[in-house]
């Protein structure tokens, strides 16, 4: 009953269907199956078949840890580091990362090594950060193999050295890992560790997108606005800002909306300008907030007005835009005289 529940969690052989994953999981997981009781967790905490539900999705993982599920243990760890169902609590994160390590769950020694690389649950060690993180890259966890190659991009943990992160990096790549893709396509944009070149930095940068990162997503619009192993294509670079946004990307957002105001790749439109930084505003970008506040200032999308454009240019300087700081000490300023 439980492989025919992790078909349908996974959608292999047949179509997925959380739904039907959760009834057979239920079945296997009151007949003891500890994967099933597992997976139970990771539906209820990911909502899916049923309503999220922190607490159910702990419940079943401590009854899959008890009986020894090594994922479990790991799962555990990863709601005591985000709180989720429980009181947040890095040590007790740890604790339990250091459980499933010991059960030989990869993934925990990952975490176990970006917890120590953070200074989360214990004081910070990049040595041991890197110690876990070779661990966890002998055991195939391929985030691990990926922050092998950041520490030695950064010179943490190990002597900075861009030829053996590169190396890294594409071991990432070759499991899949679409961040490693990503910092490869970096390192071609920057002549680091390999000769710099364009054409190889959209290349991966494709591929990164195309496994799935949003940073490489939006990396390919600068490509295409810049005209950078590409031809320059104003177009093209909106597409791919609308394909970051799409997936969350602010300053991808706040693109969107200074394609708009310049009218470029798209009609000029100060109305949907002010739509595109209202929304990266809201995810936090703080040049957003510094455009919002010129769009007030001088009327443009919207109607003027001089108190909103000083809250915005507050609300761009609280977020760290300087250039925000320069224009809200001049109002400031203004006044008071």
């Given at each position: ?48 078949g ?160 195309d ?15 810049k005209?950078?192993g ?9 597409e ?21 105001e ?32 010129n769009l ?42």
């Open positions: 009953m439980r492989n025919i529940g992790v078909m349908y969690i996974d959608g292999h052989g047949v179509e997925r269907d959380y739904g039907k994953a959760m009834e057979r999981s239920i079945k296997a997981g009151d007949a003891g199956d500890t994967r099933a009781m597992s997976n139970i967790g990771f539906m209820y905490e990911n909502g899916h049923v309503e999220q539900d922190y607490g159910k999705a702990m419940e079943w993982y401590l009854k899959a840890s008890d009986a020894g599920n090594h994922n479990a243990m790991g799962s555990i760890g990863c709601m005591y580091e985000n709180g989720h169902g429980v009181e947040q609590h890095y040590g007790k994160a740890l604790e339990w990362y250091l459980k499933a390590s010991d059960a030989g769950n990869a993934n925990a020694m990952g975490s176990i090594g970006f917890m120590y690389d953070n200074g989360l649950g214990d004081e910070q060690n990049y040595g041991k950060a890197m110690e876990w993180f070779l661990k966890a890259s002998d055991a195939g966890d391929d985030s691990a193999i990926k922050n092998i190659g950041v520490m030695y991009d950064n010179g943490q943990g190990a002597p900075q050295d861009d030829g053996k992160a590169i190396e890294w990096f594409l071991k990432a790549s070759n499991a899949g890992n679409h961040n490693a893709m990503f910092n490869i396509g970096v390192m071609y944009e920057k002549g680091r560790g390999v000769q710099q070149d364009d054409s190889k930095t959209m290349e991966w940068y494709l591929k990164a997108s496994a799935g990162s949003a940073d490489a997503t939006f990396n390919i619009g600068i490509m295409y606005e005209g950078r590409v031809e320059q294509d104003d177009s093209n670079a909106m791919w800002y609308l394909k970051a946004s799409d997936a969350g990307k602010a300053n991808a957002m706040n693109n969107v909306g200074i394609m708009y310049k009218g470029r790749g798209v009609e000029q439109d100060d109305d949907q300008a002010m739509d595109w930084y209202l929304k990266a505003s809201d995810a936090g970008e703080a040049m957003a907030m510094l455009s919002v506040g007030y200032r001088d009327g443009k999308g919207i109607a003027m007005d001089q108190h909103q454009a000083l809250e915005w240019y507050i609300k761009a300087h609280n977020s760290g835009c300087v250039e925000a700081s320069a224009l809200m000490k001049e109002m400031l300023d203004e006044e008071t005289q």
